[in-house]
């Protein structure tokens, strides 16, 4: 039997942030808590949602100790602010730090027995529906507002842990191109390439099955035909990677990730390094480390990116077809595939182990090992 989740309601095109304040009101809500980071708050891309609730009288706290990768702390404090705010409700903006930081209170707030933000790790047992969030991403990588997954930053231990719980899906997901194109080329790359690697490792993990296939098929290929443009900032690249991402996002939030994404929040952990830059960094080395486990698969991943004659070609072929076209948008977008000057040599074996024990590198493909883990992350350096 397999089990597909998905938020009660999405709205996606220019302009869907018109929705939120209806939302707001026919859920019965009387007040929000409004969670964002400072950056978004200081470029005015915030103050586009706040406006709105704003303009129809809606009252709102906002709550931005919020970091790139949220921690532990910034989870605590907004727990504490929630409760000091009144609000039954919480609109997130912004990307994937502000949306996991959301879960993570909105869960403690109705499961106070899960106070202990060390305690939701992996798949925690909590009874209750978290705070009802209305999630509006800002950039188009993460896909949080249609995943059960959360990520945060335990700092004194260097690490970062995954959450996996179906009662923290956002109700409502805000898909505006609009909110995306502030976004500057740098973070438009390195969150589309995360979106990129979701699509694949979501179509090639152990837990994939056709309906799952289809929407990361999809995903594939609306991304790798937008994202150069959403580089350049065109609004046909910003419309086409906001709905790949998302996509994307329905089809792994209910399949699983793999080994690509365990090294890439260890990565994080230690270097502070972007998250979907990580992913991206380590996704050609990671597709060919699985490529014999795969099937055919690759074969329709390089068909989706637009590789021609791929009925033709053997699977070693078309396997490597496929990797180079992932290398090829990689390196068109600015994103190195490499490690070089990153991890530290002294770091290596400690990386590795942490990556074995993330939540994601059970759905791998292929079984693997600190061992091979850390010699992924040495043939970057």
Known sequence: ??????????????????????????????????????????????????????KEGIPYTVYSDIKANPTIENVQHGVNAFKESGADCIVAIGGGSSMDT?????IIITNPEFADVRSLEGVALTKNPCTPIIAVPTTAGTAAEVTINYVITDVEKKRKFVCVDAHDIPVVAVVDPDMMSSMPKGLTAATGMDALTHAIEGYITKGAWELSDMFHLKAIEVISRSLRDAVNNTK????????GQYIAGMGFSNVGLGVDHSMAHTLSAYYDMPHGKACATLLPAVMEYNAEYTGEKYREIARAMGVKGVDDMSPEQYRKAAVDAVAQLAE??????????????????????????????????????VEDIEAIYRSLM
């Open 332 to 369: 068109d977008v600015g994103i190195k595939t490499s490690l070089k000057g990153v991890v530290k040599e002294e770091d290596l074996h400690q990386l590795a182990v942490d990556a074995y024990a993330d939540a994601c590198r059970p759905g791998n493909p292929r079984e693997t090992s």
């Open 236 to 243: 046909e690249g910003r419309e086409g990677m906001a709905l």
């Open 1 to 54: 039997m397999n089990k597909f989740m998905l938020n009660e309601t999405s709205y996606h095109g220019a302009g869907a942030i018109s929705a939120i304040p209806e939302e707001i009101k026919n859920r019965g809500f009387k007040k929000a808590f409004v969670a964002t980071d400072p950056d978004l708050i200081k470029f005015g891309v915030s103050a586009k949602v706040t406006d709105l609730l704003d």
């Open 102 to 106: 959301a879960k993570a209170i909105g």
